[in-house]
């Protein structure tokens, strides 16, 4: 996977869990992952157009403020519909747990971004280096520093997911070696 | 260079690095991990079909428990505790907690010689930052991170900045850490500023709890949003650990210049106990507001607040006096080591003597999927950590969350009560 992201930006001030996939589109939908249908319902609650524009072409990078992905839940259908949509990246000033985890653990990069939210307009270009954290914005100029994603981050990107990554990991050793040179206690 | 908190310290070294900073990504060595009869079976489903193995990461704990469903009451559980067994039993998992032998997951964890300071431990259950009391960095994982966790003993963190707590005070009598906790949480509220945190409690008034008070404190921070609670291990640690001789650790403390996120001062020298009301645990009351409001169940045990000590203060006020006509008492120690101690010491007696159903060690009514749940309309006062709506049954009942004390006194009296009477 390229680790520069190039794209125009559609940005939300606050957006929680049930904005990115409602509660009933969720519920409906819960033991079932289905790219095709979550993606038509992506981030409806807070933007009827989202959907349809992002599949256009209008975007691919969403920017945010503090706790993206809040609320407290752990289901992982938002960032299916995101991805389905063709989003590649999501920016914002903070992220919660869960939707931070998520969207690393089904491929879909996240950066967390001190400023990005007032460094940024929608309909922006922006480019994104994903192992370097420098996120510039085409449009006005403007440079940040975002935290950058470590090497085995960006291996999970290029594998598509967590599991696949590990499960190629464990293919290749042939054994459940480590590689972390962390100490045990 | 300024200095690291302890929990950036614990994930440096679990991650063979010499510095982490607040918002890095690391991929840290997990010690422990712990999982329980809801989501077992499915994480070894994960394992094999998910990533292709099924051979578990040498020199890794696996802590397995039956806990949230209790003895099997319906078909449903039974199968699902029968699916539990044949995975221990193909995986030949040594630290496997079969009925009669358990306790609720996390409480084994941090009594059975899981959890050590300077330690990374994870669970498959959100409260399982509890593991923190002891000077861990822990912490609640989904069944697919689980099963990572199993086939390398790693799993990516990202370090968290961390918010830090100074309680100050002599902690007045019949007021506990879990009344601590509630002040805090009533102040801080869910969403403040401890989201994806670390919460390091700290001073003088956390120096005097006893390691269960600070359990029940680290296991609530995950109702904060928080991802961990930590509290720096001291003598009482080391004594609480003084089972595992061999089990040698380094306490690992955070530097005095550690840089905090945001800092806490609380003085709890004139804190009075604390009512977390319906349907929000950070809408928090002092008891005196909300003395009087009469209840149908009080429920002592969980996670929080069903160890040896929650149970003897229990106890202390129940001795000698009856429970309410109007009330039942449910009464569940945390753990069969507790049940044990606490039949021993009398204290079993006691509460059966005062009316109490005493329940063998499971998580019984908390999340309201074992037995003690209530009806519509019903209310119960809890020693549990969650009062959403319908959580403990029905969805128009109501739940207060409060301390053992402050159950035992409201149980005496049939409505809500203040403990420091008795
Ligand atoms: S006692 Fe309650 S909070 Fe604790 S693990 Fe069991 S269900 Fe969860």
Redesign the pocket.
């Known amino acids: 996977m390229e680790n520069i992201i190039r794209g125009k930006v559609w940005k939300h001030g606050k957006v929680d869990t049930a904005d990115i996939i409602s509660t009933k589109i969720w519920l409906e939908n819960l033991n079932n992952l289905d790219p095709d249908i979550l993606g038509k319902h992506a981030m409806a609650p807070i933007d009827k157009e989202f959907a349809s524009r992002a599949m256009r072409g209008d975007f691919r990078i969403i920017v945010s403020g503090k706790n993206f992905g809040g609320g407290g839940k752990s289901f992982e259908h938002g960032v299916i519909a995101l991805k389905a949509v063709g989003i590649v990246l999501v920016v914002a000033e903070s992220f919660a747990r869960y939707n931070f985890r998520n969207s690393i653990n089904n491929g879909l990069p996240v950066l967390e971004c001190n400023g990005i939210f007032n460094a940024v307009e929608a309909g922006d270009e922006i480019e994104a280096d994903l192992s370097t954290g420098v996120i510039k914005n085409l449009t006005s100029g403007a440079a940040l520093q975002a935290d950058p994603l470590p090497e085995f981050v960006l291996g999970i990107m290029e594998a598509g997911s967590y599991t696949a990554y590990i499960r190629e990991q464990l293919r290749q050793t042939g054994t459940n070696e480590a590689n972390c040179a962390g100490e045990t206690l | 260079m300024p200095g690291m908190t302890m929990t950036e310290k614990i994930l440096a070294g679990a991650s063979g690095k010499k510095i982490v900073r607040p918002g890095e990504i690391v991929n840290a060595r997990v010690n422990a991990l712990m999982m ?1 009869d809801l989501k077992g079976p499915y994480v070894f489903k994960v394992l094999e079909e998910e990533l292709g193995t099924s051979k578990i990461r040498d020199g890794l704990d696996v802590v397995f428990v039956l ?2 469903l209790g003895p099997a009451h319906d078909i449903k559980s039974a199968q699902q505790f029968k699916a539990c067994r044949e995975a221990a039993r193909k995986y030949g998992l040594p630290h496997f907690y079969d009925l009669g032998r358990q306790g ?3 409480q084994v964890m941090c009594e059975d010689g899981y959890v050590f300071p300077g330690t990374v431990v994870a669970g498959i ?3 399982s930052t509890t593991y923190g009391a002891l000077g861990a960095v822990s912490f609640g994982i989904s069944p697919t991170e689980g099963a990572i966790i199993l086939a390398t003993g790693e799993l990516w963190l990202k370090v968290p900045e961390t918010t830090r707590f100074t309680v100050t005070g002599n902690l007045p009598r019949r007021v506990s850490g879990k009344d601590i906790f509630l002040h805090i949480i009533g102040m801080t509220k869910w969403n403040g500023e401890v989201l994806y945190k670390a919460v390091e409690f700290t001073g003088p008034a956390i120096s005097a709890l006893s390691v269960s008070d600070r359990m029940a404190m680290c ?1 609530m921070v995950a109702e904060m949003g928080a991802k961990n609670g930590i509290i720096a291990p001291d003598d009482k640690t080391a004594e609480y650990l003084a089972g595992w001789p061999e089990k040698r650790y380094d306490a690992v403390l955070s530097d005095p210049d550690a840089v905090y996120s945001h800092e806490y001062a609380v003085d709890v020298s004139s804190l009075s106990p604390r009512v977390s009301v319906p349907h929000r645990i950070d809408d928090v009351r002092p008891v005196e507001d909300v003395a009087g409001r009469k209840i149908d169940q009080a429920f002592l ?4 607040n ?1 160890r040896l000590e929650d149970l003897m203060i229990a106890a202390e006020i129940l001795k000698g006096r009856k429970v309410h006509p109007d009330v039942r008492l449910i009464v569940v120690p ?1 753990s069969r080591k507790i049940y044990l101690e606490a039949v021993r010491n009398g204290t079993i007696e006691i509460l059966a003597e005062a009316g109490a159903a005493v329940l063998t060690p ?3 009514a ?2 309201g ?1 074992g037995s003690g749940n209530i009806a519509s309309g019903e209310v119960c006062i809890s020693s ?3 009062n959403f709506e319908g959580r403990m049954g029905a969805k128009d009942s109501e739940i207060y969350l409060a301390s053992p004390a402050t159950v035992a006194a409201s149980a005496v009296e049939g409505v809500i009560a203040d403990p420091r009477k008795y």
């Open positions: 329980t806990d949230h609720i997951g996390h259950d959100s409260h296991n045990g969980s996670c929080t069903g945390a499971n998580c019984a908390c999340a999927i549990t950590n969650r």
